[in-house]
């Protein structure tokens, strides 16, 4: 890992985008600047896998991460896309020694790495930041509990239109035709994303076309209407 490290500690750039990091002070800025690393991963490279040490803790400068579970068939099951600004590895904060799934970087990627043991002695002097640790983690795993009641208890069509719509938050921009996802998502990007194969994904999203809730212009998808969607995705059920 030590050709990838773009720069030695004690550099502010790494730490700019990061969500985390922005109500920090200039003191503990440079307190926790001397822990932090940065790195660099190119596209569709692994940045850990099943089994590796759960030493770090990443926090996303730039590019988009895929958090990914891997059964014993090989099967894969996204979890999570990280954006800009975002942490994850965080469960080596947790007690975590082994980690439990594969991160791939979906785009070229630049990363703040921190110990997981340094990380937790600077939350331990700086409150506020131990609360913003904390509430992002229990974020994480409230979207994951959601998706696992969805592939439980959902079926294809409303999971995928469970998906799109959640997507808008991440990644929607506005478009004369209603909202865009200004990201580019293969078909077997989706089916990765609610635990179904590419085949009945494609399906399922021609029949959205089909209805109007998805529109495909120049390789992004643009959602005309949300309340529809929303509709088709019992959106409420999340929110009771």
């Keep these: 890992m030590s050709n ?3 720069n030695e500690p004690g550099q502010f750039w790494c730490l700019l985008n990061v969500n985390l990091f922005h109500h920090l002070n200039p003191d503990e800025m440079n ?9 660099f991963y190119r596209k569709g490279e692994t940045i850990f896998l099943p089994g590796d040490p759960s030493d770090f803790v990443y926090f996303l400068h730039k590019g988009r991460v895929k958090l990914a579970y891997l059964d014993e068939s090989g099967k894969r099951l996204t979890l999570a896309i990280c954006r800009m600004g975002e942490l994850f590895g965080e469960m080596a904060l947790l007690g975590e020694e082994r980690r439990s799934l594969i991160a791939e970087a979906l785009e070229d990627v630049e ?34 509990e959601n998706r696992l009641q969805d592939l439980v208890f959902k079926d294809v069509p409303t999971r995928l239109a469970r998906l799109l719509y959640r997507l808008i938050d991440d990644y929607g921009v506005a478009h004369e035709r209603g909202t865009m996802l200004d990201v580019k998502f293969t078909h077997r990007d989706l089916a990765d994303l609610i635990g179904s194969t590419r085949e009945t994904t494609t399906a399922n999203l021609n029949e959205l076309v089909k209805q109007g809730l998805v529109l495909k212009i120049k390789n992004r ?13 019992n959106i409420e059920e999340i929110n009771a």
Excluded: Y
């Design 221 to 233: 998808m643009v959602l005309p209407d949300e309340e529809k969607l929303k509709r088709a995705a």
């Design 111 to 144: 990363l703040c790495i921190v110990s997981g043991k340094d990380l937790l002695r600077f939350a331990d002097t700086h409150q506020d930041f131990s609360i913003q640790i904390t509430r992002a983690i229990g974020s994480r795993m409230r979207d994951l």
């Design 4 to 6: 990838r490290f773009r």
């Design 31 to 39: 307190e926790l600047n001397r822990w932090v690393k940065s790195i």
